[in-house]
């Protein structure tokens, strides 16, 4: 085809394209009207309207304009030809910025979709809703019904099913927004000034009623079930147990109820108000869309203002129950508050009894507990030990134990939070499942010794059945802490410690070095991917990760056998094995009253205290039942 034949065809179509567009002749089309479109107030159809109205607060104050809303609408309804009034929606009480919890509000989209409304009628925009993506959410879902629903607003005289409806309302619906988010600044610019002038924030708390001036009193009685809570807590009772108790008691709760639930009792124990103290801003509030509140974990400024009000318990009371609830582990086993002691005789003296669980002692409590057993007599026993021996030991070491490490060797492995311990420990103490573990941050070492089921510190380090020995990975996240820390051991590293059995008859304890651990890691090894075979060249290959545990051992053991004796007291572990005074092995720990927040005797008395309290209220009770 030439050029000008090309040319000509192109044209041809061009003519074709306008003649089909010039239409046909009018005369032929019939043209059908659309219904003309009334406008709201024009229309006297037939609909069934429901009404809408909210008001913000439970201030006894806005009830008369929640009344004054109900009201208006069944009349303004009644006035209006052809409206039939189906019913009225109404959330009392409920913040307008969102609509996950306005109950009516949902009901009433609810009867929409199940065709119950065909109109709903609203005072304004911010009283259907604050948010701007609800409020346009729910206009635009209402329209899209199969029988769609209009929203009237009468402050703004505006319709929703007008064409020109949503624009406006997109735009009104963020200025009610942004008049919310203005308000609650301003109500956060005013608690926080409240809060600076000490001006706080008083309700409804068991244990105090409130004077004619807004101030905390002690309710005497209520005040009794407070005591009895943090006592036995702080005794070893569990949440559920007190919250038994005091339902068996029928004791009340501040809002009357007489059946209680570990919830509520955990809530009193971390009110800090029970001390006479009072914590501002404890929650904040991230979004006033959403209203959720959140821990204030440092993230909004806090006031505090001590002795703002009488105390029902001690600040050392409640600050023990608090610290007692924060170790979770320690607190689920329900045992009673530990007290911080270390033996101040015997072949074990500076040792520290340790819970395994417990995380409320840090690794400066231990080292000074330990280190208190030697003030008084450090200096003298030195240098008696010195000017006694006649034997010179520079230049001997003292040969590391895995030199001599075999299998029926005892040993303790720490590593992740959890210890274990192999069989032959197990087996140098008979058939004893329990025993108590011991720090000395002095010496660096730990002790473990046989105990009765019934101490406070006992560890199961093993299962006796059919003659056998059964042993698992045991959880020690409180003993780990103190370790790593004072040992400054690194937190990926296993570390496996060989001990010595020491033994006098009916003593007898393990030793453990922790100076002299063998370390092991575990390195991930990358091998290089394989090169494609010339069969398949696009087989696809992947390196390889081998994991790899190794020993590691420092530096320092390099061209030694073991740790030099630069002084007597580097041969403690010979001293101990020869004791000549009384073992005593099995001595209590001492109170070290100093590094304790509640002494044992001060529980004891807390304790009698709470039983005293209990039996009062068993006699009131049987009284109570004879006058019935």
Same mark, same amino acid.
């Given at each position: ?12 179509? *061009? ?13 032929? #089309? ?47 309804? *009644? ?10 929606? %109404? ?28 109109? $709903? ?7 259907? %809703? ?21 929203? @009237? !607003? ?28 203005? +308000? ?10 409240? !809060? ?73 124990? =971390? ?10 801003? *404890? ?11 959140? +821990? ?15 105390? #029902? ?6 600050? %023990?129950?608090?610290?007692?609830? %924060?170790?979770?582990?320690? /607190? ?16 074990? &003296? ?38 006694g021996t006649q034997l010179n030991l520079s230049g ?5 134990? =895995?030199? !001599? ?5 005892? /040993? ?7 210890m274990r311990f192999n069989t032959a420990c197990l ?10 573990l011991l720090l000395n941050t002095v010496e660096r070492?730990? /002790?473990?010794?046989?105990?009765? +089921? ?10 006796? +059945? ?15 802490? #103190? @370790?790593?820390? $004072? ?59 081998? &994991? ?16 030099? #004796? ?48 209990? *039996? ?8 109570? /039942?004879?006058?019935?």
């Open positions: 085809m030439t050029e000008n034949e090309k040319c000509l065809s192109a044209e041809k179509r *061009k003519q074709k394209i306008r003649e089909r567009y010039r239409g046909v002749d009018k005369n032929e #089309i019939e043209v059908i009207p659309a219904r003309a479109i009334m406008s709201l107030n024009e229309d006297t159809s037939h609909k069934r309207v429901a009404a809408y109205c909210r008001v913000s607060t439970d201030d006894p104050n806005q009830t008369s304009s929640f009344e004054l809303q109900k009201n208006h609408y069944e009349e303004y309804i *009644k006035e209006h030809r052809g409206w039939e009034l189906v019913g009225i929606y %109404a959330d009392e009480g409920i913040s307008g910025t969102s609509l996950a919890h306005r109950e009516e509000f949902n009901r009433m989209m609810n009867d929409c979709t199940s065709g119950k409304i065909d109109m $709903i009628v609203t005072k304004s925009i911010s009283r259907f %809703a604050r948010n701007t993506v609800d409020a346009i959410s729910a206009v635009r879902k209402l329209a899209q019904l199969k029988h769609p629903v209009g929203v @009237l !607003f009468e402050t703004e005289n505006l319709y929703t099913l007008d064409q020109t409806s949503e624009i406006i309302l997109t735009v009104l619906s963020a200025v009610a927004q942004e008049e919310s988010h203005i +308000k609650s600044e301003i109500m956060n610019i005013s608690i926080e000034h409240r !809060f600076s002038k000490g001006i706080f924030l008083t309700p409804e708390l068991l244990g105090y009623d409130k004077d004619e001036d807004g101030n905390l009193v002690i309710n005497p009685d209520e005040a009794e079930t407070v005591k009895v809570i943090y006592y036995l807590y702080l005794n070893g009772f569990s949440l559920l147990e007190i919250a038994d108790l005091l339902t068996e008691y029928r004791r009340k709760t501040k809002q009357g109820n007489t059946s209680w639930n570990p919830g509520s009792i955990m809530k009193i124990i =971390q009110n800090e108000r029970h001390c006479g103290d009072v914590l501002a801003r *404890k929650t904040w509030t991230p979004s006033y869309l959403n209203h959720k509140s959140r +821990k204030n974990n440092n993230d909004r400024t806090q006031y505090r203002r001590r002795d703002h009000h009488e105390a #029902i318990v001690s600040r050392e009371v409640f600050n %023990a129950a608090n610290q007692l609830q %924060a170790s979770r582990g320690y /607190a689920a086993k329900n045992r009673p508050l530990p007290v911080l002691s270390v033996v101040d005789d015997g072949v074990l &003296k500076g040792y520290v009894p340790v819970d395994k669980d417990w995380t409320g002692f840090s690794a400066e409590d231990y080292q000074e507990a330990s280190s208190s057993a030697y003030i008084e007599d450090f200096e003298t026993e030195q240098t008696h030990i010195v000017e001997y070491e003292i040969v590391r134990a =895995q030199f !001599f490490s075999t299998l029926s060797n005892p /040993a303790m492995t720490i590593s992740d939070g959890k087996r140098k103490f008979g058939e004893q499942e329990y025993v108590e070492c730990i /002790a473990i010794r046989p105990c009765s +089921k019934d101490n406070p510190n006992a560890i199961r380090w093993g299962r006796l +059945k059919d003659s056998r020995w059964s042993i698992s990975a045991i959880s020690c996240r409180g003993l780990a802490r #103190i @370790l790593f820390k $004072i040992m400054e051991w690194e937190s990926e590293t296993r570390y496996r410690f060989r001990g010595e059995y020491i033994g006098d008859g009916e003593n007898e304890m393990l030793l453990f070095q922790l100076d002299e651990p063998e370390m092991i890691k575990t390195e991930e090894i990358v091998l290089p991917p394989q090169e494609p075979k010339q069969d398949s060249p696009e087989e696809d290959t992947e390196e390889i990760i081998i &994991k790899k545990r190794m020993m590691v051992f420092p530096a320092t053991w390099t061209n030694s056998f073991g740790r030099a #004796i630069t002084s007597i007291t580097c041969v403690n572990m010979l001293v101990q094995e020869h004791y000549a005074g009384n073992w005593d092995i099995l001595r209590p720990a001492k109170e070290v009253e100093d590094y304790s927040l509640v002494t044992a005797d001060e529980l004891k008395t807390l304790m009698q205290e709470a039983e005293i309290i209990m *039996k009062g209220w068993e006699n009131s009770y049987e009284s109570g /039942a004879e006058d019935e």
